[in-house]
């Protein structure tokens, strides 16, 4: 039976903390899209802020093939494809509401 001892452990450990935050500034935008992009692409967004690790301030596109997208929040076009994206949202949502009284 293997036996690790405490240097290999720890070393271990610090190994997997130093991949976990890797990963999480990787998750962070940077900068954002030069270029305006189609909501027909758009599946979804999330909301960056500035107030913990990330410098700036950010919505996050996802496409439907999975990539992220980091947009200027204060463009007129990233808030339109956010309603949009909303609006689709709510019309789905009256759709499938359930008629009250059955």
Known sequence: ???FNLSTVCLVLLL???????????????????TEFP?????????????GRCNI???????????KLCADPAKPWVM????KLKSTVQNMNKKHKPVQGQ
Do not use: H, P, W
């Open 16 to 34: 997997s903390l130093s991949l976990c935050s890797l990963q999480a500034d990787a998750a962070c935008c940077t900068k954002y899209s030069r």
């Open 39 to 51: 909501v027909r692409n758009i599946k979804g967004f999330s909301i960056q802020n500035d107030l």
């Open 57 to 67: 301030n950010a919505v996050i596109f996802i496409t439907l093939r999975g990539r």
């Open 80 to 83: 339109e494809i956010i309603q």
């Open 1 to 3: 039976m293997a036996q």
